[in-house]
């Protein structure tokens, strides 16, 4: 057979180009967008829910709001643009949020989340101008949370990417108000891994949990204010280019 193949020029050519056709095939199967919310179709002022998203981009599952905490389309948020505005004006708790939660957890493979965000402003409490501002929970298979993303402020301009129930790193992940961030999180379901990125940089080597990275039912973004006491700051933030794939 190989001989025949040699001996017919068009024959080779035709397998190799089924070769590369398979190979393609197989490449654009091998990573699965979860969601891709870029929020280019909000409009400025809209409510995050009245956005009819498309399947696999689904919108999100469960959006808490009230008058003064909310989220909405924005052209932009300092930089970032366009962006879904994070208003958090009052004390309340778990305000604004939204969460994305797939119908079944995923047990392998490996989970990426991809986000920019932007702190326009901060107005920290006078009394206490350290304050957790957002908290993000992976959502495990059963539905509860044992490690969070979060970020908190050390006065108007200052801020901290860090974890709770995750290990920390040898320095802080520090970023600051008015500037774009990249978050990136690689949760590896096969190695019981997960790493989080702050401008493509590691904020701490890769953590290994069997039981901790051994599920992924979904993702949320809210109020940091029950992580480390509700002391009163408010502030407005941009969320862009929210993608969660599965590979």
């Known amino acids: 057979m190989l001989v025949l193949l ?28 979860l969601w891709n919310l870029t929020f280019k179709d909000l409009k400025p002022g809209q409510a995050l829910t009245e956005v009819p998203y498309v399947v696999p981009c689904s919108g999100p599952q469960k959006v808490t709001t009230d008058a003064q905490n909310t989220l909405a389309g924005a052209a932009a948020v300092g930089p970032l643009a366009p962006a879904l505005l994070y208003d958090k004006e009052s004390g309340s708790h778990y305000m604004p949020a939204l969460t994305l939660k797939a119908a079944t957890p995923f047990t392998a493979g490996i989970i990426t989340v991809n986000l920019d965000i932007v702190f326009d402003t901060i107005t920290p409490s006078a009394a206490n101008t350290v304050e957790t501002l957002m908290a993000m929970p992976f959502i495990d298979g059963d539905g509860g949370s044992t490690y969070i ?56 080597e890769a953590e290994h949990d069997d039981t901790k990275f051994s599920s992924f039912l979904g993702f949320t973004i ?26």
């Open 6 to 33: 040699m001996n017919n020029p068009f024959r080779l050519t035709h397998l190799a180009a089924l070769l590369v056709l398979s190979f393609t095939a197989s490449s654009a199967h091998a990573e699965d967008t």
């Open 149 to 204: 993303l979060a970020i908190a402020c050390s006065g108007p301009t200052s801020l901290t990417l860090g974890g709770i129930g995750l290990k920390k790193g040898s320095a802080p992940a520090n970023f600051t108000a008015g500037k774009v961030a990249h978050v990136k999180a690689v949760l590896d379901l096969n190695q019981h891994t997960f790493q989080v990125f702050l401008d493509d940089i590691p904020i701490a």
């Open 222 to 247: 809210r109020d940091g204010t029950a992580i480390g006491g509700n002391k009163g700051a408010t502030f407005k933030a941009g969320i862009g280019n929210l993608v969660i794939t599965h590979s």
